[in-house]
């Protein structure tokens, strides 16, 4: 079945460092991907998607590139902030179903 | 628009006893997802509705029972609570069905305790 694995945390780092945080998936067909943000005491938000292999999603200064070779979706900002602390769930939607299946998700630290 | 809120907060139980979660959404969305978060797992679907008056099960349905009877509301209810369902409940709504695009906007999630 499909499936969504990614890095453990908690990943700890030093605000304006760089961040990868490391995503793999196994879904037959063409799924769209997905990056989730869940800041503390809230509810989940769609942070960056990519439909298309070699598409690249990006916002808040986050970056995703959808590998099909690799199947993987890894996550990266350049310089990150005290504020990007949050859990972060990579997720998969398989074309003709109305479900997505999700990552265990990754807690980010952000230190000054 | 406020989205998709839920009620209550919190709440605390105790075994055997029921409760219902609401959701609630005013983006006149089709699909609407109950969710359980627990740690170290993830997010795992327990129902869905892909419209008013319809349901269907998700990855972890058992315990649980969900009702749709309007469009923008979707109830999801315990009817003996278990200490295993201690949890954070979230729901989610969207408009269009998986597959090339699916957004899914979440509400701030329930904090369940069975003792």
């Known amino acids: 079945g499909n499936s969504v694995t990614q890095m453990e945390g908690p990943v700890t780092l030093s605000e304006e460092a760089f961040l990868t945080i490391n995503c793999t998936y196994t879904?037959?067909?063409?799924?769209?991907l997905f990056w989730y943000v869940q800041y503390p005491g809230e509810g989940l938000q769609l942070l960056l998607k990519a439909t298309k292999a070699d598409d690249k999603g990006s916002n808040k200064g986050f970056e995703a590139t959808y590998r099909k070779e690799t199947t993987s979706f890894h996550l990266e900002k350049g310089s990150v902030q005290v504020s990007d602390s949050a859990v972060y769930f990579c997720?998969?939607?398989?074309?003709?179903?109305?479900?997505?299946?999700f990552g265990t998700g990754t807690r980010l630290q952000v230190f000054p | 628009n406020a989205g998709v809120t839920q009620t209550p907060k919190f709440r605390v139980l105790k075994t055997g006893q029921s409760m219902t979660l609401l959701c609630a959404q005013d983006?006149?969305?089709?699909?609407m997802y109950w969710y359980r978060q627990d740690p170290g797992m993830g997010l795992r679907l327990i129902h869905y509705?892909?419209?008013?008056?319809?349901?269907a099960k998700g990855e972890v349905p058992d315990g649980y029972n969900v009702s749709r009877l309007k469009k923008q509301n979707f109830l999801l209810g315990l009817e003996s609570a278990a200490p295993s369902q201690t949890s954070v409940y979230f729901c989610a709504s969207s408009s269009q069905r998986g597959g090339s695009y699916n957004e899914q906007f979440f509400g701030p999630g329930t904090r369940l305790t069975v003792l």
């Open positions: 879904a037959t067909g063409y799924p769209s």
């Open positions: 509705s892909v419209g008013e008056g319809t349901t």
């Open positions: 983006m006149n969305h089709e699909y």
């Open positions: 997720a998969l939607s398989s074309r003709g179903t109305d479900k997505l299946i």
